[in-house]
């Protein structure tokens, strides 16, 4: 295969050239096919539906930064001063024994849902936390102790200094979403970054060492994977990995390290413009002198936060403000309400699903020591097993709800695993209780759809069960958590 067609193949998703020289897949028809990652394959939607956001932490000019997109399908948000001295309990939504931990350090993060569901910021003593999607995350449940995904960025600001501090903590919960699969991007005032990635139920940590660390929506092997082949190439689009690339070939030339202004621009080369995903804001925090720089939306100008200014001590209670306000500032920040939180979660929780105990969950935010949460009901995680032969391209895996969509091989539910492994491990959270199918095949060529050497395997609940009807197949998801496993010859 030519390098321009590697390169192609590497940046629309498709790396079967790192494992197979003789698989030919720089063809139009495989380009074409490639194209339509961003919407549903007609024969099965088995592309991820969601690719947002960028991060990189480098040495900067000045300082250490750590500068991200926030790109998402919705926009609205708040900038929120966490006191220290705050007693929080998790969400006790999906059972287990909620977290407890009392906040010994202030803090100020972003947020579409407010206090204490954070999606990133800074400490009072300059340690940052971002996060970023990932639809490969499948996180741990081996510790009693529960916490949500943005509740453990909340609970690693409000306990650690430093990122050594973090990554020693990572087997002290067991992480049931919300919402998210996502991976963490972490960076202290002396320099030190990580990406913690929760991958096959266990952590990966990668550490930023001489060079900048970039994080886009792929995991750190397969952007590295890609980035080999995109390296010295064009780049067109902006998918994940073009993104990746092309902030690590920045990153990687510049003769002197980015400054402030120069973390933006970098940012806004890899900003999302679409009609589905926008970058709806840019962060770039200088983590020695904890200053925050933030441009809500498509403002031409930054707005900064001086957050070692701020109070954080215990009676200052909790305060924000509307990131999309005219006046963003340090003077900007008024205590919450429970109606200005209510409101908040009322606009957006239905939109990961969630359409019951507002009230309750707003209550719980701002006092989780008089909580009427309940446990969710009517939801269950999936996991699915893939085994393989052998290594070697990729893993589609679908989760189907009836015939009809059996037979249509489409479905809302869809993961897509590298199978740099002959196991693998992927999680479908939060489904509705109900009945289920799971079809998985190896895509080999990278076209999208299961060819004659590909065919779409099933995991059936009874062996003896013959042919592909929704009846034989259907198994009912009505626990906490339910294991299936599917071998791919």
Known sequence: MADSDAAKAAQNGCLDFLYSRSVDIGTA?????????????????????????????AIGANDVLLAK?????????????????????????FGGEPARWTSQHGSLTFTQYGAGLPYGGINQVGLAIEML????????????????????????????????????????????????????????????????????????????????????????????????ALRKMPLEGNSSR??????????????????????????????????????????????GSKQVHIKPGEAKRAATIDAATLDYGPASGTSFQDLFGKKLGNDGFVPITQAAQRAMLARNLPKVGLNQQHDEIARHLLDPTDSEVRPL??????????????PGGFARIAVFRSQRELTRRRSEHVGSLLLD????????????????????????????????DEPLAFFSPNPKATGGQFADLAFELAVSEKRVEIVLD
């Not at 030190?192 to 930023?208: H, K, M, N, P």
């Open 69 to 93: 997109n926030f790109d998402w399908h919705f926009g609205s948000g708040f900038l929120v001063k966490n006191p220290s001295g705050v007693s929080r309990r998790a969400l006790p939504l």
């Open 29 to 57: 028809a495989h380009v074409e096919a490639s194209s339509r990652r961003r919407r549903a394959c007609h024969q099965c939607r088995a592309y991820p539906s969601a690719e947002p956001c960028s991060s990189f932490a």
């Open 377 to 390: 009901s009517d939801r269950a995680t999936l996991k699915v097993k893939i085994r393989a032969s052998a």
């Open 421 to 452: 492994e002959t196991d693998r491990e992927i999680a479908f959270y939060n489904l509705p209780n109900g009945t289920y199918a799971v079809g998985a095949f190896h895509d080999r060529d990278q076209d999208g759809r299961p060819g004659v």
């Open 242 to 287: 073009v993104r990746y690339a092309r902030l690590r070939r920045d990153l990687d030339v510049r003769d002197v390290p980015p400054t402030v202004a120069g973390a933006f621009v970098l940012l806004d080369s890899v900003a999302e413009t679409g009609r589905r995903y926008r970058t709806q804001w840019s962060a770039v925090y200088e983590l």
């Open 133 to 228: 999607w990932l639809d490969e995350t499948v996180y741990p449940t081996v510790a009693p102790s529960t916490i949500g995904e943005l509740e453990w960025i909340q609970y690693q600001l409000d306990t650690h200094a430093t990122v050594a501090d973090v990554v020693a903590s990572l087997e002290k919960f067991s992480i049931r979403p919300v919402g998210g699969k996502i991976h963490y991007m972490l960076a202290d005032p002396s320099g030190d970054r990580a990406l913690v990635e929760f991958v096959d139920g266990a952590a990966r940590v990668t550490r930023g060492e001489s060079r900048a660390l970039v994080c886009t929506n792929d995991t750190q092997k397969l952007s590295e994977l890609a980035f080999a």
